[in-house]
């Protein structure tokens, strides 16, 4: 989450459709072979970090409509402008429920990004206008595209996300057309460097193989006698004992399909045994190895993992492969042009913050805060 929060935040797209996407980029931990196959990935549970010992005094929820929260390069920002700012994003949000102990600190946490935000765009709205910059609607549909590949979804998808946290879709592309405004004002103040060559490409290509590529797969069915943590030395032995005479009715001419079907107390025996296929990694070292030695047809010796006792047999095998550079070279132009621009953004972003002249009312200074990660609505 971190790697995009605080241009989007600073930038103005939905503060609550950002934490929440971000918890959609985590990679799925390696399958055991002790373990059912699923094709759906569990839920990923909102993590809520801790508040500081001593939360700061929050912004008050009601204030003077002419309260001045900040004041930039003359303009008077009042609280309650910022309030209004932050009302969808309390609005059915439990964190800021008055009866959670820690809705003060989080109130803060967003009243401070908020004013954040409209600093940002105060000053660059005020850059757009002198330079006469203008954003189609193609480039918006662009921006909208990126942001969708960034977190492994279609527009449709990211169009469904936005009506499922209650936000409008258009209001998202207004945020969209916005942000590609900021970045045509980077880009005109500073022609070229956001520019990719053809060496970059190479380079980021050959980095990056594993990326584009398909890896090496095998397809495998076991034989699991599965081991309890409770059993005693005895009871291993038997078991074991229980894996060799299965192994010895493989290696004798037994179906192996119906020996684990009978016998397996892994989920897969339903399937006679059957992980389909997987990579070097998904499943448990030992089991791993195991499976990525042999040759398709030939069946293990008795394999020990953390589950139990295993016979493992290779039934396909699909040989790694990488795509040539010309199929996923307009892939990777739209990643090192979208790193690049990213980057010039947030300097510019901190060159003209820094040449603007921004005041706050006593009391009304941001806190250093770390954002907390909002649970969904």
Do not use: W
């Not at 008050?60 to 920002?77: H, L, Q, R, S």
């Not at 399909?257 to 296929?277: M, Q, V």
């Not at 040759?295 to 953390?306: A, C, L, N, R, W």
């Amino acid at each position: 989450m971190q790697k995009l929060l605080t241009l989007l935040i600073l930038i103005g797209l939905v503060l609550l459709l950002t934490l929440t996407l971000a918890g959609c980029n985590k990679k799925t931990p390696p399958a055991e072979p002790g373990s059912a196959p699923s094709d759906a990935q569990a839920p990923v549970e909102p993590v809520i970090p801790e508040p500081s010992p001593t939360p700061p005094t929050p912004a008050p929820a009601k204030d003077d409509a002419n309260e001045v929260a900040v004041t930039i390069n003359g303009k008077d920002i009042t609280v309650a402008h910022i309030n209004e700012l932050m009302a969808p994003q309390i609005s059915g949000n439990p964190v800021f429920d008055p009866d959670n102990p820690q809705s003060a600190q989080y109130r803060k946490m967003l009243y401070d990004s908020t004013v954040e935000m409209v600093i940002v765009e105060t000053i660059l709205e005020a850059r757009i206008a002198n330079a006469n910059i203008t954003v189609t609607d193609a480039e918006v549909d662009a921006e909208l595209g990126v942001l969708a590949r960034a977190y492994g979804m279609t527009m449709e998808q990211l169009r469904a996300q936005a009506q499922q946290l209650g936000q409008s879709f258009e209001s998202m592309r207004d945020q969209a057309r916005k942000l590609r405004s900021y970045m045509k004002l980077a880009q005109a103040e500073n022609p070229g460097l956001t520019d990719v060559n053809d060496a970059e490409v190479l380079k980021y290509y050959e980095d990056n193989k594993d990326r584009f590529g398909t890896p090496e797969q095998v397809r495998a069915s076991h034989i699991l006698i599965k081991v309890e943590p409770t059993d005693n030395d005895a009871v291993k032995q038997q078991k074991r004992a229980k894996a060799e005479e299965l192994l010895k009715q493989v290696k004798e001419g037994g179906d192996f399909a119906e020996l684990a079907r009978a016998h397996s107390d892994c989920p897969s025996s339903t399937r006679g045994g059957d992980l389909d296929f997987f990579a070097r990694g998904a499943m448990v070292p030992p089991f791993d190895q195991a499976a990525f030695a042999l040759e398709t047809g030939q069946v293990s010796d008795i394999v020990e993992t953390s589950f139990g006792y295993h016979i493992i047999k290779a039934t396909d095998h699909k040989e790694g492969s990488t795509p040539a550079l010309e199929d996923v070279k307009a892939e990777i132009l739209e990643n090192l042009k979208s790193s690049k621009e990213r980057k010039l953004l947030r300097a510019y972003i901190d060159k003209a913050r820094a040449s603007a002249t921004i005041t706050y009312p006593p009391g009304k200074e941001p806190q250093p805060q770390r954002p907390p990660m909002m649970p969904q609505p």
